[in-house]
């Protein structure tokens, strides 16, 4: 079965840079597109950052655009989020995801996704 497990989340402080990892196995991982969502408390989960599969196409979330690069690694079947200049609004459960079927454009909406990491925290003190 699919399965994505995420790593690289923490406590840091504002201004920080984190690395979150996605490795994903399974299935052929280089033919799927990729994609973050993170969760704050109370909140609904909201689209990130996401990859095509062959990693040359890459969308963000106005919010992280210029301080988060999402890239992923086919030969290591992992995908990554690069986050910098963190902030205490990125505060929150981040998650992986990767879509059922083979699509040209990644999602940006959960409901485009069918698998799901277990979520890695990132907490960012002020």
């Known amino acids: 079965q699919v399965q994505l497990v995420e790593s690289g989340g923490g406590l840091v402080q504002a201004g920080d840079s984190l690395r979150l990892s996605c490795a994903a196995s399974g299935r052929t991982f280089s033919i799927y597109p990729m994609g973050w969502f993170r969760q704050a408390p109370g909140l609904e989960r909201v689209f990130v950052a996401a990859?095509?599969?062959?990693?040359?196409?890459?969308y963000y979330t106005d919010s992280v655009k210029g301080r988060f690069t999402i890239s992923r690694d086919n030969a290591k079947n992992t995908a990554y989020l690069q986050m910098n200049s963190l902030k205490p609004e990125d505060t929150a459960v981040y998650y992986c995801a990767s879509t059922y079927g083979r699509v040209i454009s990644p999602p940006v909406n959960s409901q485009g996704y069918g698998y799901w990491g277990q979520g890695t925290q990132v907490t960012v003190s002020s």
């Open positions: 990859i095509t599969s062959s990693g040359g196409s890459t």
